[in-house]
């Protein structure tokens, strides 16, 4: 199992948001190359970096920041959500040397779009599917839609995604524990793989993922807690790739 350090970037800094609120992030450095070179250093497999801003404005508005990370470290995979709503940025970003792009709101709203761009790009499309109650929520998680996760999810299977980023909104950003039974449901239902997202907070979360990893959970993304020391990153990393 992969443990993703999250790399969220706002006005250019790196921050956190509780429950995907940009009115309350907390801003953990200024300086988001040194920051995946921190975490590279520890053992990351791979990154998962987020455009914030992009992600409420529709369109990438860190763009030379993620393509400083991926220059600075072209032997980790990159990960990007956020703002990825037409093919000419997915392109922008796979030709800067990123690896994956996730598509969450566009993939909602537009789901032909993924089908789409699955066929275009294979193996470089991931959908991120953010939820609350087994509802999927859009727009930077201010609206919470009628789809069903398992629903959404499957579709997006059979249309060649390469796998599915879950986010637990309710949990995302405030410590509580990772809805284990919710991401391991979602795992057994489809068969590419399931990343899970959203409330890790220590050692005892990641040994609760890897009793599920075989139901299909590939890999966990965290964020808070390797910031706020809750977590640390080298000795879950290596307890996470045991499983």
Known sequence: ???????????????????????????????????????????????????????FAGKPRNADVIHAIVEAYPDVPVQIGGGIRDEETIQAYLDAGVEYVIIGTKAVNEPHFVRNMALEYPRHIIVGLDAKDGKVAIDGWSKLSKHDVIDLAQHFEADGVEAIIYTDISRDGMMQGVNIEATARLARAIRIPVIASGGITNIDDIKALGAVARDGVMGAITGRAIYEGTLDFAEAEKLAESF
Do not use: N
């Open 1 to 55: 199992m992969l443990l993703i350090p999250a790399i969220d970037l706002k006005e250019g800094k790196c921050v956190r948001l509780r429950q995907g609120r940009m009115d309350d992030d907390t801003v953990f450095s200024d300086d988001p190359v040194a920051v995946a070179g921190r975490w590279v250093a520890a053992g990351a497999k791979r990154l998962h970096l987020v455009d914030l801003d992009g992600a």
